[in-house]
């Protein structure tokens, strides 16, 4: 199957094709292929492993030519509701503004990119795809509440980042729903320039202290979309350098690691977002809390 992948992507005088196809050897993707009798395309049916065996149908009736690839609007729709509609509770973008190509090519990368780091979970690759949907989403629509984000940003993305981004996340949420503030004005994100395979298991039990819950989180590198729809990226200390970006800040909070740290230190840590998380959300963002 991977010598008939690979011959197909050699056929396919479409580059973005080609390497569509390459990109499904590479991931482990198995496929099913059926000519009709006298057409002269392709069907393919695209599955994927999770870890447990099972097997996701992700896109049927995608048609594979020698000069061009025809995909459906209805299969667009499938692929929107296989990710699912879980979001941010308060982000509205306009996802019509995005190809259905482009949504493929983000699942399939995201998939890709965290079977590197071990993680095989379909839940993880759906909720990472649609972050950076969102974020590309937020680039196009010049009506997306909000329409910028800030990136959380250090190494592992498996402490500091992930609970910064989460912290922002909830206090902001917080003021929307105690009617302080109408909507969201960031989406937080977080990533890793060499991310973990989890996330710290005290940081977790540090957050779920103050009533958040980080237990479904999973670190996940930084990508372009995420960067781009970002207006700061925030380092936490790790001596990671940030993207640059036109008109993008870049600001560091020294953090200590939590890594390897009892959970007294960990706290310590948490305290220390925690006050960095007011002064963004007071003097930044310009909320009064």
Not at 54 to 65: A, H
Not at 193 to 217: F, K, R, T, W, Y
Request: hydrophobic share 40%; with cysteine; charged share 20%.
């Amino acid at each position: 199957m991977v010598a008939l992948l690979n011959a197909l992507a050699r056929r396919c005088s479409s580059p973005l094709t080609s390497k569509f196809l390459k990109k499904q050897v590479e991931c482990g993707v198995s496929v099913r292929l059926v000519r009709r009798r006298g057409s002269n395309s392709l069907t393919l049916t695209r599955c994927i492993s999770t870890q447990n065996g099972e097997i996701q149908k992700l896109l049927q009736t995608t048609k594979i030519r020698t000069r061009n690839v025809s995909m459906s609007s209805s299969a667009k729709e499938e692929f929107v509701l296989m990710l699912g509609s879980e979001q941010h509770k308060h982000a509205q973008v306009d996802f019509s503004l995005i190809d259905f190509s482009e949504m493929e090519r983000i699942y399939v990368d995201s998939v890709a990119s965290l079977k590197e780091l071990g993680n095989n979970s379909a839940a993880h690759a759906k909720a990472f795809a649609r972050e950076r949907l969102l974020a590309l989403g937020m680039t196009r629509d010049i009506k997306a509440n909000p329409s910028t984000g800030i990136l959380f940003l250090c190494g592992h993305n498996a402490g500091r980042s992930q609970m910064a981004a989460a912290m922002l996340t909830h206090h902001l949420e917080k003021l929307v729903s105690e009617g302080k503030i109408d909507s969201l004005p960031v989406v937080s994100f977080s990533g890793g320039s060499v991310p973990s395979n989890e996330v710290n298991p005290i940081c977790i039990q540090a957050m779920e202290e103050i009533g958040i819950d980080l237990s479904h989180a999973f670190p996940k590198p930084w990508t372009n979309e995420v960067a781009r729809a970002s207006k700061t990226i925030i380092t936490m200390g790790c001596g990671d350098k940030c993207p640059i970006l036109p008109g993008q800040d870049c600001v560091n909070w020294d953090l200590p690691d939590p890594h390897g740290q009892g959970i007294d230190m960990v706290r310590q840590v948490r305290s220390a977002i925690a006050e960095n998380i007011d002064r963004l959300i007071e003097n930044d963002l310009k909320i009064s809390m």
